[in-house]
C-alpha cells in the first residue's frame, strides 16, 4: 500500500440519509440500498461521486472502538447548497482541515487490510495523529461495487500534526 496524498480540505455540504451501526451489526447495504432509491432526488449534486461517511464517537478517538461500537454512518452526495432538502434526507456538513487521502484497490471484504495498515502501520509510523473529525470514502468513477476486485475509492482520514 502507497503512502496517501496530504490534503488541507475546504468544507463540504452533503445531502443523504444516516443510521447507526457497528461491525459486528453492519448496516451498511440496507444504507445504501436505501439511499439509492432517494439519490435521484437529488438535484443539486456537485458531481455523481458517493460518499461513504463514519462519524465516530470520543471512544474511537481514545482507543476504545471495538466490532461492537455503534457510530453513525451516513449515505451522501456532495451538494452546492441545502436549499432542495428533500424528504427523507438530511444535511451533513463536513469541516475542512488535514486530511490523509488512501487509494483503496480491491473488493470491501479485503478493506480491513487497508484499515490495518492506515491504523496500525502509516498513522503511528508518520507525523500525525488522528483529528476528531468524521472519516469518509469518495466512491467515483473507479468504483466498480463492493465485490469486484479491480473497484477503487478514495479513503480520508482526518489527520493533525
Known sequence: ????????MEPKKLVGISLHTSLADDKTAL???????????ITNA??????????????????????????EKWAALEVEDYS???????????PGGLYAVFTHEGTSKEFAETAKFIFDE?????????DNRP??????????????????????IPIKK
Not at 31 to 39: C, G, I, N, S
Not at 84 to 94: F, R, S
Open 46 to 71: 456537485k458531481s455523481d461521486d458517493l460518499f461513504s461517511v463514519q462519524v465516530y464517537d470520543e471512544g474511537f478517538m481514545s482507543g476504545q472502538f471495538n466490532s461492537q461500537s455503534v457510530y
Open 84 to 94: 432542495d432538502l428533500q424528504e427523507n434526507m438530511k444535511g451533513l456538513k463536513l
Open 135 to 156: 472519516h469518509f470514502e469518495v466512491l467515483g468513477e473507479e468504483y466498480k461495487g463492493p465485490e469486484n476486485p479491480d473497484s477503487k475509492e478514495k479513503i480520508w
Open 31 to 41: 444504507l445504501w440500498k436505501r439511499f439509492m432509491k432517494y439519490k435521484k432526488n
Open 1 to 8: 500500500m502507497k503512502d496517501p496524498e496530504i490534503v488541507e
Open 122 to 130: 502509516w498513522i503511528p509510523a508518520s507525523e500525525y495523529t488522528l
